[in-house]
C-alpha cells in the first residue's frame, strides 16, 4: 500500500480507528527520538529559534517545585 492510498483511507475510519492510527503514530515518532534519530531541518530551526528567545529573554522561569505547591494549593473544581 503506497502512501497515497494510506492518506485516501484515512477520511473513511470511524474516529476511534483515527485515534488507534494517531497513537501509533504518535509511538512511531518517539521510538525514532529514542533511537536518535534527531529533529528535522525544520523542528530543529523552531527548537534553534525558540532557544535564542530564551537566552534573549534572560527569564529562567519558574522552578518546577514552585510550580507543583502553587498546583496543589489551588482549590479543587
Known amino acids: 500500500m503506497s502512501k497515497a492510498?494510506?492518506?485516501?483511507?484515512?477520511?473513511?475510519?470511524?474516529?476511534?480507528?483515527?485515534?488507534?492510527?494517531?497513537?501509533?503514530?504518535?509511538?512511531?515518532q518517539e521510538e525514532d527520538i529514542v533511537r536518535g534519530a534527531g529533529p528535522n531541518a525544520a523542528e530543529k530551526r523552531i527548537l534553534d529559534e525558540a532557544l535564542a528567545e530564551f537566552e534573549r529573554d534572560g527569564n529562567p522561569g519558574t522552578p518546577w517545585r514552585e510550580v507543583l505547591l502553587r498546583l496543589r494549593s489551588k482549590p479543587a473544581l
Do not use: M
Not at 474516529?15 to 509511538?27: A, G, P, S, T
Open 5 to 28: 492510498d494510506i492518506l485516501a483511507e484515512l477520511p473513511k475510519l470511524r474516529i476511534d480507528e483515527r485515534d488507534q492510527v494517531l497513537r501509533r503514530l504518535c509511538e512511531l
